[in-house]
């Protein structure tokens, strides 16, 4: 199954990185916002269907991850909860709670930016998606434009420490991410 995994050039459509910018931007509203700037778009047929970013401190809520959200308003956008045929495009690898979402959801694709050596739920620390139990195929492409989603990331983080020091974090969880 490590072909789900493969980032060789006939696995990368041409788009993938024009709607990773898009997730980009949507991580530099999280990032705009204090949040861990980790941004997310559904593209269903070449249109985006469902943008979010992370918002797990405004609305304090643990799930609020770009994800879900995307998912949320993806969903609400075509009136159906499921959403076949669809590209999910996010900066970061999904988490496993994340990677779940995506399979009940039934998105076809995911696509990430960035590994996450912490808590990645496609592949890096766990692997939620390859063989799951329901029998969904989801192909996962990693490391869409990474330098750049990782970049955005190391600057958060490095912007939390100068402005709190390197004990405050205000809920963020340090290692986050990288
Ligand atoms: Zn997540």
């Known amino acids: 199954m490590d072909e789900l995994k493969d980032i060789s050039p006939e696995n990368v459509s041409a788009d993938d990185e024009r709607y990773m910018r898009m997730a980009l931007r949507e991580a530099e509203k999280a990032f705009d916002e204090g949040e861990i700037p980790i941004g997310c778009v559904v593209v269903k047929d070449g249109v985006v269907i ?17 994800e879900i959200l995307a998912i949320g308003t993806a969903s609400a956008k075509i009136e159906n909860w499921r959403l076949e045929e669809t590209t999910l495009y996010v900066t970061l690898e999904p988490c496993p709670m994340c990677a779940g979402a995506i399979l009940n959801s039934r998105v076809s694709r995911v696509v990430y930016g960035s590994p996450d050596t912490r808590f ?8 939620v998606i390859t063989g799951n139990a329901l029998k969904r195929e989801v192909k996962v492409t990693g490391g869409i434009l990474a330098d750049e989603c990782l970049g955005l990331l ?3 983080f490095q912007k939390m420490r100068l402005e709190k020091g390197d004990s405050g974090n205000k809920g963020v969880e340090p290692s986050a991410q990288l």
């Open 50 to 66: 469902g943008r979010g970013h992370n918002q797990v401190e405004m609305l304090k809520d643990a799930t609020a991850h770009a």
């Open 120 to 127: 990645g739920g496609c592949g890096t620390t766990v692997d």
């Open 154 to 156: 190391k600057a958060f």
